[in-house]
């Protein structure tokens, strides 16, 4: 098992930065990709990013490359996002996973790769 805990989420308005950690505890020996992503109300689950857990390969959506930045922490286990130039449309719950298996960036952008979820954290952009 491994248990994934976000923080770092808030409100914050247009243009700022905000940065969101995920602690990964466990069987953390077992993962081999963590993602990002985010539900809005009302919409679905969005893919945002991921990193692998060994190495520093990213990947990330078109709506937040740029602005986005998928980093990680080795010794804490722990893997950030940091998010810049936030725009509205960025509000919405924001959720790390963890995959287990073998697999692409194309496959690691789907939510049904990911084995293990955090409970997510709020992130709340004023216009």
């Known amino acids: 098992q491994v248990q994934l805990v976000e923080s770092g989420g808030g409100l914050v308005q247009a243009g700022d930065s905000l940065r969101l950690s995920c602690v990964a505890s466990?069987?953390?020996?077992?993962?081999?990709?963590t993602g990002w992503f985010r539900q809005a109300p009302g919409k679905e689950r969005e893919f945002v990013g991921t990193?692998?857990?060994?190495?520093?390969?990213?990947d990330y959506a078109d709506s937040v490359k740029g602005r986005f930045t998928i980093s990680r922490d080795s010794a804490k286990n722990t893997v950030f996002l940091q998010m810049n130039s936030l725009k509205p449309e960025d509000t919405a719950v924001y959720s790390c996973?963890?995959?287990?298996?073998?697999?692409?960036?194309?496959?690691?952008?789907?939510?049904?790769?990911?084995?293990?979820w955090g409970q997510g954290t709020q992130v709340t952009v004023s216009s």
């Open positions: 996973a963890a995959g287990t298996y073998y697999g692409t960036s194309n496959y690691y952008r789907q939510s049904a790769a990911y084995t293990y």
């Open positions: 466990g069987r953390t020996f077992s993962i081999h990709t």
């Open positions: 990193i692998r857990w060994r190495g520093d390969s990213t």
